[in-house]
């Protein structure tokens, strides 16, 4: 079974460009995340969907972010533009159910790596 | 903002030794988990302990919880050069769906 799958693993750009990264999540998983991982610190939820509906965006910056998911399977998430503190690597997860009273197991893509110059 | 806290930020110890981790966190929780990363991948689920748990092992894991002081402790038995990574916990919050991670604990077996 094919993990979660980040596209790209890599992105160099300068500060004031726009930047989108892609994520397909595992088949069949409702709930899908979006986190970004600082150097050195853990990852920190920036929005949280269930199905095609954005439940939880409330850490996103919502200035210059934006983030989709159509269809509720593949999600896409935008910085326009970015600035030098973007950089980071943003982390997709997704996971089979997520309830109020069982948030269960989340499975990582690898992460795309977002560096600003 | 981040709920855990990982203690020690920093371990480093000889292949077969035993390496302990532990987690603070602050509100009330559902379960706690912990993750693994290796430097430049994503994180991979290694254990789920849920409130109403104190103790749960799997293969070399053994992970504790304290709701009363709310932390946990993760504990490799007989490392390996191969459990070189970060670790994190990772806590799912009465009422709330999501996982908050902490800083994480960077652990290096040495060979």
């Known amino acids: 079974e094919a993990g979660v799958v980040q596209s790209p693993r890599y992105k160099i750009i300068e500060k004031k460009q726009p930047v989108a990264f892609w994520c397909n999540p595992i088949?069949?998983?409702?709930?899908l995340y979006w986190y970004r991982q600082n150097l050195g610190q853990g990852p920190e939820l920036l929005i949280r969907y269930e199905n095609e509906e954005a439940v939880d965006d409330s850490q996103l910056p919502k200035d210059r972010f934006s983030a989709e998911r159509l269809k509720g399977v593949d999600s896409t998430l935008k910085i326009q533009p970015a600035e030098l503190g973007d950089s980071a690597v943003y982390l997709c997860?997704?996971?089979?159910?997520?309830?109020?009273?069982?948030?269960?197991?989340?499975?990582f893509g690898e992460g795309s790596r977002l560096t600003v110059l | 903002s981040q709920q855990g806290e990982e203690d020690p930020q920093a371990l480093s110890i000889q292949e077969g030794e035993n390496a302990t981790m532990n987690c603070s966190y602050k509100?009330?929780?559902?379960?706690l988990q912990w993750y693994r990363q290796n430097s430049g991948r994503g994180l991979v689920h290694l254990i789920l302990i849920r409130s109403n748990e104190r103790e749960k092992h799997s293969g070399r894991l053994r992970v504790t919880l304290d709701t009363s002081k709310k932390s946990s402790s993760l504990l490799i038995t007989a490392s390996r050069a191969a459990d070189t990574a970060s670790y994190f916990c990772?806590?799912?919050?009465?009422?709330?769906?999501?996982?908050?991670f902490g800083t994480g604990t960077r652990l290096t077996v040495i060979p």
């Open positions: 997860a997704s996971s089979l159910d997520s309830t109020a009273s069982n948030t269960g197991e989340l499975f």
């Open positions: 990772a806590t799912a919050k009465t009422g709330a769906n999501n996982l908050f």
């Open positions: 088949s069949g998983h409702n709930t």
């Open positions: 509100t009330s929780i559902n379960n």
